[in-house]
């Protein structure tokens, strides 16, 4: 069985001194490939050199809605050079209601940015999206999605709200959230996204599987998510993970 974690944080402080076990760990329970994410222009040599160091990762450049700053503004001209480092992604950029800082005003303008340069260099988008998917859907529809697409990490939204990001060329990644408590809107979210439009992912060390809540995630536990999805799908854990690591493969350009 292949997995792929499409959206991690290996570059967390809290990865510092272990992270050749946490990747002998992922790499034990089927992982293939995984896809970190900075969060800020101080990340981006971080996100690499991992990258760099072990084949089963990929990297991912971009500012996270919570760290925009106007002082990112400059540090954006140099996302245009991500495909050239060898970057699978931009992200994880987006925006955030939930918060009160930075501003609305401030993500937008960076999330702009980015989504414009993600488009111009054809590398799919790794998006964030808390409260705000009005703002998301009209900024994609002012700069439009790369071709290559990309996906809304960790969603819980509706069917219906799925269906219209669909329509725009986004796909979406769910992890610890799977092992919740079960509810109709879960499943008939994942019925509508599933079989092509749904990806596996931890957020590690984010949103650990209910059952170890208060712990650092780690990627490993994607097993939980997998086995979660195939109780809720009524799927062999298989075949989710066959399926998920195919469109992860086809938006991200990977190789396995
Ligand atoms: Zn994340």
Known sequence: MKIIDAHCHLESEEFENNLDE????????????LITSSITPGQWEKSKSIAEKYKEVEFALGVHPWYATPSDLDML???KDAKTKGAAAIGEIGLDEKIENPSIEIQTKIFE???SIAKEINLPVIVHCRGAFDELISSIKKIGVPEA???????????GLADSLI???LSFSIGGILTYKKNKKRIELLERIYPNHFLLETDSPDIPPIHLNGKPNVPSNI????KAAS???GIKQEDIAETTTANAVRIFNLVI
Do not use: M, V
């Open 22 to 33: 946490i990747i002998r760990n992922a790499r034990d329970a089927g992982i293939c490939k």
């Open 77 to 79: 001209e140099n996302l």
């Open 113 to 115: 940015i980015q989504l």
């Open 149 to 159: 697409g990309g996906i809304i990490h960790s969603f819980s939204g509706s069917a």
């Open 167 to 169: 329509k725009l060329g």
């Open 223 to 226: 097993l939980f998510n997998l």
């Open 231 to 233: 109780d809720l799908l």
